[in-house]
């Protein structure tokens, strides 16, 4: 495509109407219909009224005088006659209104289709299209002019008169600057309290997951006094400017055409940069010595200090042009491709690959520490972040040298985007890290704790005399020792996490990512707002569905892992119960994937509950045992009946239950072999359980004595023994009995 077509269609994406403006009027035409119809249902009732008027003339005669009634009740029929005709008037225009209202409401959707459809045409097609000319000196120097509309005397003017202007966006600004004032006059109390929640990081006795929840929180608020000013500034200069022509949601969203207007450009630009002014202040207070990072998190200090020096430098270049540079877009979108924005651009992407090679250095970057696992796959690849934070930034200034403006400012905006997220992906999983860690270690101190009561107990017990305690020292929070289920568990979720995210932020701009939703297996159909719709199955849906069944498996086994200590821990419940909600939970997260499965399929469960049982049918002659034991399994666990770690006899077999599955239980007898049970044998055999109920047992032990021996009183040593063991009980009292002569 030519550079001239390509500069045409970018124009025609400019003007394209936004998402946001049609939902802002579908919302009107919504609210229309609704006030015609309320409307139209009062006519209707009131022309009810009047469709007998004799009955009607004689209700309203009925309150008047009788000597006006003979001369009157003629001029209220004639004005009923007249109303009754106006309201049929009425609701005819009613009707007429619903009906355009409704053609009005079905051309906007369509519209809307066609404006997204078509917008997606443009981005595949733009993406790969010059904008502009080569950068050359000519354009070098012709800054020179979009210097003088930028830095003004004029124009910078009517924006601070437009500022101290009262409009109906005062309020927003005082408030802003009330905001504005509390929070920095607060800013060393939040700061200390920042500094507190940290001390006691590190102490299980006192340790808490709530102090790094209230440091994040005090690092955000530590970050947000400036980042308030800028928005509500911005947010007051477009709204002012505007008057009633737009509202706070479309200056926020930047969703308003500021073509040719100074003031409002700068308000815009002002909203736009004070976002990365936020990222970039929590950042810096983020890698504070005293802050989340080093307290919290245990990073080293030399590299949240490196990194707090080079996120300042980085933040000194990269905001002033962005703001530069939005400024002067949003004055005249024409000026995109010209020098003095593609300059300010080159800068920002030098400024980021300078930074990246700083940060990302495998001998002197941020993650050296992590480097010293040569076995680690973050080490074998630290070349390959370094070339990527370096190149792809140098790339996207090389695209805006040759022309390639748009192309460039989309991967640029996207680009920071994935390393925002990247950010946040590494903060959420430092905070379940950090949880999950907590718990097992302080699991762990508690259960020392208890061995040590249970030891001094039984020295006591043994010795009659009080037994000095012994010491146990509190181990130190090892951030490293995640068990390895539950690690899984967190790499896998947030994986997922981050591959969804990098979907959402490149999906728009790579066709090859979309290519899958392009083949189109089958169709099905779909009742939308009361229109049949066939919506299609694409190859995409498919590779959803798979993930989807992948995720699900995956989370079912490794849930146990953590529901273990985050939610059994915290209450006593019994071994067995643990293993009924665990494997309860496992079926029903199968089932969700199950059918979230299904419904990206196009299949739901009235459309297949026939087929289901029909299976059922042919399943319960063909695999009716199967079956049976999978229900009796269901009903072990919600029953229970038996639970793991009771000692049970099932046929001629006893033994300790070990495992409930869905088809058979296990019990490890006295030998420790490992019988397998069908279920269906404990619910329709006969069971005895040991410990169900009461752990108490009888046991008979049977004694022989030599011929001539005195027999009172091997009966006396035989109840003296049995009374003074300590694990026999007082009620039911032991009992000795004479059985009978051996051989």
């Not at 949003?330 to 651009?345: E, H, K, V, W, Y």
């Not at 704790?449 to 039984?458: D, I, N, S, V």
Request: a negative charge; glycine letters at 6%.
């Amino acid at each position: 495509l030519s550079q001239a077509l390509g500069q045409a269609m970018l124009q025609q994406r400019t003007n394209l109407p936004r998402a946001r403006d049609f939902s802002s009027a579908e919302d009107q035409v919504r609210q229309q219909v609704i006030d015609s119809s309320l409307r139209q249902i009062r006519h209707q009732q009131e022309r009810a009224s009047l469709s007998d008027l004799d009955r009607f003339v004689e209700s309203e005669l009925k309150s008047l005088p009788a000597s006006w009634q003979s001369w009157i009740g003629e001029e209220i029929r004639d004005l009923a006659i007249q109303r009754r005709s106006l309201l049929d008037t009425a609701i005819a225009a009613d009707d007429s209104l619903l009906q355009a209202l409704n053609e009005l409401d079905f051309a906007q959707r369509e519209l809307s289709d066609v404006v997204t459809e078509y917008n997606r045409f443009l981005d595949e097609r733009l993406l790969w299209v010059r904008t502009g000319e080569p950068l050359s000196w000519e354009a070098v120097t012709s800054m020179a002019a979009a210097l003088g509309v930028i830095f003004s005397l004029e124009n910078w003017g009517a924006v601070i008169g437009t500022l101290f202007s009262l409009g109906g966006s005062t309020g927003l600004l005082l408030f802003g600057l009330a905001l504005f004032a509390v929070l920095t006059k607060q800013r060393k109390r939040l700061f200390a309290s920042l500094v507190r929640s940290g001390r006691k990081v590190g102490q299980l006795r006192h340790d808490r997951f709530r102090y790094s929840m209230r440091a994040l929180l005090y690092t955000l608020l530590l970050a947000l006094p400036w980042p308030v000013l800028m928005i509500v500034i911005g947010l007051h200069l477009q709204l002012a400017y505007g008057a009633e022509a737009i509202d706070v949601d479309s200056a926020l969203y930047q969703t308003v055409d500021w073509s040719g207007e100074f003031v409002p450009a700068i308000g815009a630009a002002l909203s736009f940069v004070a976002w990365y002014l936020f990222y970039f202040l929590a950042l810096r207070v983020f890698c504070d010595r005293r802050g989340l990072a080093v307290m919290h998190f245990h990073w080293s200090k030399q590299s949240t200090g490196l990194l707090h020096r080079e996120a300042e430098r980085l933040m000194i270049v990269f905001l002033p042009a962005l703001f530069l540079l939005i400024a002067a877009v949003r004055f005249d979108p024409s000026l995109l491709a010209g020098g003095f924005s593609r300059l300010l651009f080159i800068v920002i992407c030098l400024a980021l690959a300078w930074f990246f090679a700083r940060v990302l250095s495998p001998t002197h970057g941020v993650f050296k520490d992590y480097y010293v696992d040569r076995h680690n796959l973050v080490y074998w690849l630290r070349y390959l972040w370094l070339a990527l934070g370096v190149i792809l930034p140098i790339a996207l200034a090389v695209l805006t040298v040759f022309g390639y403006v748009y192309t460039a400012a989309q991967l640029g905006q996207r680009l920071v985007d994935t390393l925002w997220l990247l950010v946040a992906i590494i903060l959420v999983y430092q905070l379940v890290v950090r949880w999950v860690v907590l718990m097992e270690r302080q699991l762990a101190f508690r259960d020392a704790l208890e061995r040590r009561r249970a030891q001094r107990a039984a020295r006591e017990a043994h010795e009659g005399e009080s037994v000095p305690a012994e010491v146990i020292e509190e181990p130190e929070i090892d951030f490293s020792a995640l068990s390895a289920d539950t690690s899984r568990l967190i790499h896998t979720v947030l994986i997922v996490l981050a591959a969804f995210g990098a979907w959402a932020i490149w999906s728009d701009v790579m066709p090859a990512l979309r290519i899958l939703d392009n083949i189109s297996l089958w169709t099905y159909g779909q009742t939308v707002e009361g229109v049949e719709q066939q919506i299609p199955v694409t190859l995409g849906d498919i590779l959803v569905v798979l993930l989807i069944i992948a995720f699900g498996g995956m989370l079912a086994r490794r849930m146990p892992a953590l529901m273990e200590f985050a939610l059994f821990a915290r209450f006593d419940i019994t071994a067995g119960s643990r293993y009924a909600i665990s494997m309860l939970t496992q079926y029903s997260i199968v089932a969700v994937s199950v059918i979230a499965a299904f419904s990206f399929l196009g299949v739901s469960w009235g459309e297949i509950q026939w087929l289901i049982a029909a299976l059922g049918v042919g399943i319960g002659f063909g695999l009716q045992e199967i079956i049976a034991n999978f229900i009796c399994g269901l009903i072990l666990l919600f029953e229970r009946p038996i639970r793991i770690g009771d000692i049970v006899t099932v046929g001629d077999t006893s033994g300790v239950v070990t495992k409930i599955r869905i088809r058979s239980t296990t019990i490890r007898n006295w030998d420790q072999q490992e019988l397998l049970v069908p279920n269906k044998e404990f619910i329709t055999g006969r069971l005895l359980n040991w410990t169900l109920s009461d752990p108490t047992a009888r046991i008979m032990i049977s004694v022989g004595i030599a011929y001539g021996s005195d027999v009172g009183k091997a009966l006396e040593i035989l109840l003296k023994c049995a009374e003074e063991h300590e694990r026999v009980l007082d009620d039911p009292p032991p009992l000795v009995t004479f059985e009978g002569f051996g051989d």
